[in-house]
């Protein structure tokens, strides 16, 4: 058996290298013809796929020093095109967002988020503006947050935030059943898979042999947490009356059950892949970004200084944050959005794929092309910020700069019709749950030095060296720490 599947693996190879080779010539004389964009030299059937560094995004911001704002890559038999200024994505977010709003999606995401029937991989059509409008709708409802205590991980305290938002009382049975730290594991490994690059992706005609062993490692996964999901989705449905629930689960159940639009119904595959979208991202892009957030500020002691005097007059310390205070912190605002700008959550968003070839900056963009927008370096980009790599918010004190998507040198949450759905839920929480940290606590490290925050980077961005602080409560009574 193994020397009949070696046997089979090299025929295939050999015939996918000859196919290859036929691609790479094909495409070598379309370049004659075609204004491609600039880029390394790469090998024969790899192309530049041996020479990538990990760290895609400050690699692809050196590239652009040498090749332009607008440089490609082959990979594999694929096309690759990175965008690294705001006046090319603004051709690609805005003048010509509707051919670039379709998804590349990849055989992870495929697996990893039931079939790509999901709000982040779904092709743009009719069933990606039913789920689109449905999640809006239903985000836009739940408004009220639950009072959550802070716990010592961010990425649990987010978590329970996440869960009682989106399924409420589904979240106690989460913790009766220790699927908390689970689920924890869970979305960290599938961040980590979908951002490891899959040989199959890049070579289709060798996606059934699963070289690399990802979509084996998905399937075992994503195959726990679809039971979970079934379950509360069942579990919700069976009981009689839900007349009083409010949460996402039941707003999704609800429109369901009314019909919602025949042309497009909301399946049982729809709702699971929503929740699985929500928590997803919501958990770990949330959490890393609080933990940049913190190490920045305790780098900087007048930074903290001047959040927590903010804190004093607005809550007062006697008395712990409520969601009604977070608009009246301008400063800690600021502080935010300037974590986002110098640590974008997914520093080169997800991937578009145009849906016909067309023309930008000046050059050819081929129908399939893999698109990157550099968010990281277009953040940093010197020709628009004053001193890009210091960790300044009072650049946003002094700026109407925001994330809506309508200012191109700012795209934490990225711009257009794919532009991330959970903005306002993601904003309050952010600031509800970071307020009661900094408002709480006086945080500090054992040697007194100031932190690393080097990056690490992948399909998001978080802290190579995990965040360790010593909290002491700074609040009047302590009976508003039990």
């Known amino acids: 058996m193994e020397l009949l599947n070696f046997f089979i693996f090299f025929m295939s190879f050999i015939w996918c290298t000859s196919l290859v080779l036929k691609i790479f010539s094909r495409n070598a004389q379309k370049k004659q013809s075609l204004s491609l964009p600039p880029g390394p030299m790469g090998l024969p059937i790899f192309g530049n796929l041996p020479f990538l560094n990990p760290e895609l995004p400050p690699y692809f911001t050196a590239l652009a020093k040498t090749y332009g704002p607008i440089f490609s890559l082959r990979l594999g038999n694929k096309i690759a095109v990175v965008i690294s200024t705001s006046s090319v994505a603004r051709e690609i977010l805005k003048d010509k967002d509707i051919i670039f709003a379709n998804r590349d999606v990849p055989i992870a995401g495929k697996i990893g988020f039931f079939g790509g029937s999901d709000i982040l991989w779904s092709p743009y059509g009719p069933e990606w503006r ?124 609800n429109l369901r059950k009314e019909g919602g639009d025949a042309k497009t119904p909301l399946t049982e595959i729809h709702l699971k892949s929503l929740l699985l979208d929500m928590v997803t991202a919501g958990t770990g892009t949330t959490s890393n970004t609080m933990e940049f957030m913190l190490a920045e500020m305790m780098n900087d002691p007048q930074i903290m200084k001047k959040a927590q005097q903010e804190l ?132 500090k490290v054992p040697d007194g030095e100031k932190l690393d925050l080097k990056e690490k980077f992948g399909l998001v961005i978080k802290k190579e060296k995990p965040l360790m602080a010593i909290p002491t409560p700074r609040l009047l009574s302590h009976a508003l720490y039990e």
């Open 312 to 443: 004093e007059v607005v809550v007062g310390t006697n008395n712990i944050v409520e969601e009604c205070h977070i608009h009246k912190l301008p400063y800690l605002y600021a502080v935010m959005k300037e974590t986002l700008r110098l640590h974008p959550a997914a520093p080169l968003l997800v991937p578009h794929f145009p849906s016909e070839s067309c023309t930008i900056g000046g050059y050819t963009i081929l129908k399939g092309t893999r698109v990157f927008i550099n968010a990281w370096a277009i953040h940093r980009d010197p020709s628009f910020w004053e001193n890009p790599l210091k960790f300044d918010p009072e650049r946003f004190m002094k700026s109407k700069l925001d994330y809506s998507g309508n200012d191109f040198n700012y795209l934490p949450f990225g711009s257009g019709r794919r532009i991330c759905v959970g903005i306002e839920i993601a904003e309050k929480m952010f600031l509800y749950l970071f307020a009661s940290l900094v408002h709480s606590f006086d945080w």
């Open 130 to 253: 039913m789920l689109r409008k449905v999640c809006v709708q239903e985000m836009l409802r739940v408004r009220k947050m639950s009072q959550v205590d802070v716990g010592e991980e961010m990425f649990m305290t987010v978590l329970n935030s996440i869960t009682t938002i989106l399924w409420g009382d589904c979240g106690n049975e989460m913790a009766e059943r220790n699927l908390g730290t689970e689920f924890r594991l869970f979305v960290e490994e599938l961040v980590i898979l979908m951002g490891v690059p899959n040989i199959s992706d890049f070579f289709p005609c060798l996606a059934y042999f699963d070289l690399q062993g990802i979509e084996k490692k998905i399937k075992r996964l994503v195959k726990r947490f679809d039971k979970v999901f079934e379950l509360m989705i069942n579990e919700r449905m069976r009981e009689d009356d839900n007349s009083e629930k409010k949460d996402f689960l039941q707003g999704l159940l």
